[in-house]
């Protein structure tokens, strides 16, 4: 076999066509393609031109030279090089060089370093591979203080705006410096002959090595007059990106990212490909519904009145119907409470637990068995939504959600990407349908979401909040603002659900763990319209339950926005709150969580007190006020279940 053939037991990309947008390597990449199987396509995309009279650079350079830049960042070693070139005819060469010795420099990679070193400096710090700007802020979280210091940053051809999110979030006062920007190559003919047979749908894969690769791409389109075609057509291939700023610019152009190597390079990315690309492309190709419009796969009608879940006691409730006894179910049921899931989240992240459909069936099924509910709700988080609408999402250890570009500034919604494609989280509706097909044909399903506040709630602060200093701040300041974001959220939440329930749910959840910091007068104007947005845009006839916690006075804006079940948490009886709202709504409720860290004998008082309250009346749903806490006792969560059966039995 020769060198150029690939092996039986590794990755190959089996003759896909792969279309490769290459600035310099366009050989290089072509090899790399076949040597994995694949049909190569590359055509250069795109050329350096430097800025001419680039009175930016200039203003810089004198700034620099008089004290007014503390640290500078320099991205990439052609950056460094047309800098230098554009400022020393204007002011003292040496004199530029020496201030930068007087300063911190950051050099994000290896080439900064080379052409810092041409010139006889040497970088303060150097940010390790894979030398992403993820790295970059953790090069900073070292050590380097930034609070209340003026950052120069060297950029190469576009604005990497999570980076400057980032910076800006740890205090930086950020200073933007343009060297050079692209162009389409000298020789278009290869570019032009990609576009239009990806606009026909001739290419399975497309290769982005470079991020202004993207605007390129759609201006070659555009000159052709095939945008709205291309657009179209990139649904369907597998999307590569390289990296990071590539995957932002492809999201920031409203397309899709399918596949990125973990190390930023031409080989990784193309080994990633060969390894992942067939069977993503089998997955679109399966796809033969839009979850996005939320038509329903063959048999999950959630409508079915002869499916085995129809005349469950939860969905009974929910429709306002007799039961023969009080359904229940727990928020946060399938957690850290549970040997089993320790056990199972012993291996893994949370995030990566959280995509995996098989884990997050096995974990929710086996909690379902275990305490005897009548109803599940997928295993999944409120946040993953997020990362394909361009955040950056983690989940760190001990300190829970972190978004590492959050919104701070009016500008910054402008990157905020609304959801139109839901192949991103195709690991959330396999959830729904592999959930649905390993429970008990009679449990009914609840998907979920964050609703709009909390998501944007955490958007904004970039993690929990005591006070939502920076959301409010945000939402009282520009409305105009606040209101773009919000809407982009309310129609992704839309689309989201819908694909759920597409999928197989039955039942919906909207999750509103934060707004209880909200007076009544702010909720119905920051929020009750995009809520009721929300709901009026699911598919009709689905119960939606729309839950709140945190302040009782929202409970009239609650029914007002709509769900057919509305959630109350333990700070209100909940003979009230039916009152409130309405007894033309079920309600889910209300025991407060921490009631479990007593004794059965407690438990079962403080169950039937609610069960009193509820008097019989069809449509409750008996539940906590929030999620399961982790110090419960699991054999506590089972003798509530129990104690709701035996006491409202009708």
Known sequence: MSNDSPSNDRPSLAGLRVASLESRRADDIAKLIEKFGGRAFVSPS?????????????????????????????????????????????????????ALTDITTICRGPKPVVAMAEVGLKPTHRVPEPNTWRELLATIDGGIPIANQNVGLQEY??????????????????????????DLPLDTQPLEANVRALAAGERDVVMFTSAHQVANLLRMAQQLGLEPQLRDALKKPVVASIGPTTSEMLQDHELPV???????????????????????????????????????????????????????????????????????????QAGRYMEEYRQVRGHTNFLDLCKNPELC????????????????????????????????????KGEGPIIYNPVRAPADVDRILELEELNALDFVFETVRRTRADLPANIPLIGFAGAPFTLASYTIEGGSSRNYLHTKTLMY?????????????????????NGQIAAGAQCVQLFDSWVGCLGPDDYRRYVLPF??????????????????????????LLAEAGGSVIGIDWRVRLDDAWRTVGYDRAVQ???????????PAEIRRRAKEILDQAAGRPGHIFNLGHGVVQQTP??????????????SRR
Request: overall charge neutral.
């Open 46 to 98: 795109m050329r350096e031109v430097p800025i001419e009279q680039n009175r930016e650079a200039i203003d810089f350079a004198h700034r620099l030279i008089t004290g007014g830049i503390d640290v500078m960042i320099f991205l990439t070693g052609v950056g460094f090089r047309h800098l230098l070139a554009a400022v020393e005819r204007h002011v003292e060469r040496q004199r530029y060089l020496d």
């Open 531 to 556: 809520v009721k947005q929300i709901i009026d845009g699911l598919t009709p006839g689905v119960p939606v339950i729309n839950f709140a916690t945190g302040n009782p006075a929202l409970l009239p």
């Open 634 to 647: 699991v054999e506590n969560a089972i003798a509530l279940v129990d104690a709701v059966h035996e006491l």
């Open 258 to 332: 399918d596949l990125a190597p973990e190390h930023p390079k031409m080989g990784p990315l193309v080994a990633v490909a060969a390894d992942q690309a067939s069977a993503i492309l089998d997955r679109k190709r399966r796809l033969s519904v839009s979850l996005s419009r939320g038509e329903k796969a063959p048999g999950l009608d959630p409508l079915d009145k002869n499916a085995p879940w129809y005349n469950s006691p939860f969905l009974k409730a929910c429709r306002r119907e007799p039961t023969e006894f009080t359904p229940v179910w727990l928020m946060r």
């Open 361 to 396: 069936s096995e974990i929710m099924c086996t909690a379902v068995k275990r305490l005897g509910v009548d109803a599940a709700i997928i295993f999944s988080d409120l946040l993953p939504i997020l990362e394909p609408m361009g955040l950056e999402l983690d989940f760190a």
């Open 157 to 182: 051809g576009i604005t990497n705006r999570s980076l400057i999110a980032g910076l800006e979030a740890r205090g930086a006062k950020v200073v933007n410096v343009r060297v050079y920007q692209w």
């Open 477 to 497: 300041r520009d409305e105009g603002a606040w209101r773009t974001l919000m809407q982009r959220l309310a129609r992704s939440i839309t689309r989201y659900l």
């Open 589 to 599: 409720g209300n025991l407060d969580p921490l009631v479990l860290l007593s004794d």
